[in-house]
């Protein structure tokens, strides 16, 4: 069973960047990789995702603003977050989009001045 974890998150003001990472103690390079948030009262939404072919794509919220990547000999997918806002404050977790693994903790971003 492939473990996911999710590091990077933390304090930010607006207008700032942070990079998370998801290691997973398995194969990925197979899977269609995604990052999720889920807000406080607000469900799980996928805000990026990365093929096989690393092609991706990004929720209209995050477009222009985020960038994911992958290195399947690392099994690592990353999330570069640049220009933050309030509103990107969440919980961020990374799963596969094609085939699910079981969830883990996330990393908290918030974003406050």
């Known amino acids: 069973q492939v473990q996911l974890v999710e590091s990077g998150g933390g304090l930010v003001q607006p207008g700032g960047s942070l990079r998370l990472s998801c290691a997973a103690s398995?194969?990925?390079?197979?899977?269609?990789m995604g990052w999720y948030r889920q807000a406080p009262g607000k469900q799980r939404e996928l805000v990026a995702q990365?093929?096989?072919?690393?092609?991706?794509t990004y929720s209209d919220p995050v477009k222009g603003r985020f960038t994911i990547s992958r290195d399947n000999a690392k099994n690592t997918v990353y999330l570069q977050m640049n220009s933050l806002k309030p509103e990107d404050t969440a919980v961020y977790y990374c799963?596969?989009?094609?085939?699910?693994?079981?969830w883990g903790q996330g990393t908290q971003v918030t974003v406050s001045s």
């Open positions: 990365i093929f096989t072919t690393r092609a991706t």
């Open positions: 799963n596969s989009v094609n085939w699910p693994r079981t």
């Open positions: 398995g194969r990925i390079f197979s899977d269609i």
